[in-house]
């Protein structure tokens, strides 16, 4: 039978987190899953993840460099 042909909404984490628990249920779901498949999605979600989460630290380090430069400016005044 096979996982169903659906569209994976990855625009945003909560889209993407749906679609990995849909994508789970349904594997769980099938016992005549193509395991390969899965394994390549849920790798591909985990590259994914991994990006977003360096995305988000990178961001975190330019407003704290911004909030660090606003201070030392504030102090030198």
Known sequence: MGMAQRQLR???RENARRSLARIIREF???PDADVQ???ALVSGFSTLLAYDRLAEELAIDVRLEALE???E???ER
């Open 10 to 12: 990855m625009n945003n």
């Open 28 to 30: 769980d779901a099938d």
């Open 37 to 39: 498949r899965f394994r």
């Open 69 to 71: 430069r606003a201070a």
């Open 73 to 75: 400016q504030r102090t």
